[in-house]
Nanobody, 119 residues
Framework: QVQLVESEGGLVQPGGSLRLSCAASGSIFSFNAMGWYRQAPGKQRELVAAITRGLSTNYADSVKGRFTISRDNAKNTVYLQMNSLKPEDTAVYYC?????????????WGQGTQVTVSS
């Protein structure tokens, strides 16, 4: 069973930075893609950033230029570097890993970590 363990989030002032990490229990190379989603109160969960096995990345328009996703295959870890944080970035952030084959597709999720941007 795959486990995704996220680092603690925290309280950050507007304009500040925070790095989240997501450690997988197995080789992340087995996943087609990994990413970060977030869910704010009263809103749907949304994709923040994703990175494929081939290192292609995709970002939500709201975070482009501020957030960077990266992966370290040797450490089975994916990171989300968040800079120039805004109050609207406040949400629970979830790590995601996707497995896609010709037979099935499956999503694994972390437990979520709270990020609060406030002065």
């Amino acid at each position: 069973q795959v486990q995704l363990v996220e680092s603690e989030g925290g309280l950050v002032q507007p304009g500040g930075s925070l790095r989240l990490s997501c450690a997988a229990s197995g080789s992340i190379f087995s996943f087609n893609a990994m990413g970060w989603y977030r869910q704010a109160p009263g809103k749907q969960r949304e994709l923040v950033a994703a990175i494929t096995r081939g290192l292609s990345t995709n970002y939500a328009d709201s975070v482009k230029g501020r957030f960077t996703i990266s992966r370290d295959n040797a450490k089975n870890t994916v990171y989300l570097q968040m800079n120039s944080l805004k109050p609207e970035d406040t949400a629970v952030y979830y790590c995601n890993a996707k497995v896609v084959t010709t037979v099935y597709a499956y999503d694994y999720w972390g437990q979520g970590t709270q990020v609060t941007v406030s002065s």
